[in-house]
């Protein structure tokens, strides 16, 4: 069996902050403003992501976003592959998205799977006006017309790398490293 091995560290933990100011700063200019918005993480990275760039928000706009958590678990097109028993968390969005600017929070977008998922995920709760995405890597690979409006770092990889996403609280660290798998 082959185990995967850290090639390198592509954004420490001072990129990914430089990375999401950028953000924060592009969602508020690009929305002219922050009325009507909704941050809205999938699971699992993308839930401390979405409540880095609240704060940031908060910090250059003042005002508290609203901050949802979206569980794309049932909506994923590889289901049947992932297991017999596929665990299901709670999809928490605070407030109805109808008629919102929804700005969905991923860590790596890749195939553009989950973001299709999350996009099923989101027009069963409700109508948003508009839905944007948020990334902290593209890595490139897509398998469907799907781009991010906000991106952290565009990172070229091979179909053999692997993009790992390291962010606290549900890691130890904050670092975003490629890795390959060891012959």
Same mark, same amino acid.
């Given at each position: 069996?082959? *185990?995967?091995?850290?090639? *390198?560290?592509?954004?420490?933990?001072?990129?990914?902050? $430089?990375?999401?100011?950028?953000?924060?700063?592009?969602?508020?200019?690009?929305?002219?403003?922050?009325?009507?918005?909704?941050?809205?993480?999938?699971?699992? $990275?993308?839930?401390?992501?979405?409540?880095?760039?609240?704060?940031?928000?908060?910090?250059?706009?003042?005002? &508290?976003?609203?901050? /949802?958590?979206?569980?794309? !678990?049932?909506?994923?097109?590889?289901?049947?592959?992932?297991?017999? &028993?596929?665990?299901?968390?709670? !999809?928490?969005?605070?407030?109805?998205?109808?008629?919102? !600017? #929804?700005?969905?929070?991923?860590?790596?977008?890749?195939?553009?799977? !989950?973001?299709?998922?999350?996009?099923?995920?989101?027009?069963? #709760?409700?109508?948003?006006?508009? #839905? &944007?995405?948020?990334?902290?890597?593209?890595? /490139?690979? $897509?398998?469907?017309?799907? $781009?991010?409006?906000?991106?952290?770092?565009?990172?070229?990889?091979?179909?053999?790398?692997?993009?790992?996403?390291?962010?606290?609280?549900?890691?130890?660290?904050?670092?975003?490293?490629?890795?390959?798998?060891?012959?």
């Amino acid at each position: 069996m082959s *185990t995967l091995i850290e090639k *390198t560290v592509i954004m420490d933990e001072q990129a990914i902050r $430089r990375g999401l100011i950028r953000i924060a700063h592009e969602i508020i200019e690009n929305n002219k403003g922050i009325k009507d918005l909704i941050l809205v993480g999938i699971r699992t $990275r993308g839930v401390p992501l979405a409540e880095r760039l609240a704060a940031e928000i908060k910090r250059i706009e003042g005002a &508290q976003l609203p901050v /949802g958590i979206l569980d794309i !678990t049932l909506y994923r097109d590889d289901l049947s592959t992932l297991s017999y &028993q596929p665990i299901v968390h709670e !999809t928490q969005i605070p407030v109805d998205i109808s008629g919102k !600017t #929804i700005v969905l929070i991923d860590d790596v977008l890749y195939t553009g799977r !989950t973001v299709r998922a999350a996009l099923d995920a989101i027009i069963d #709760i409700g109508r948003p006006k508009v #839905i &944007q995405l948020a990334v902290l890597v593209d890595r /490139g690979h $897509r398998e469907l017309p799907i $781009r991010a409006d906000y991106v952290g770092k565009n990172v070229p990889t091979s179909s053999k790398e692997v993009v790992g996403v390291q962010l606290m609280p549900v890691d130890d660290a904050d670092k975003v490293v490629i890795k390959e798998f060891a012959e």
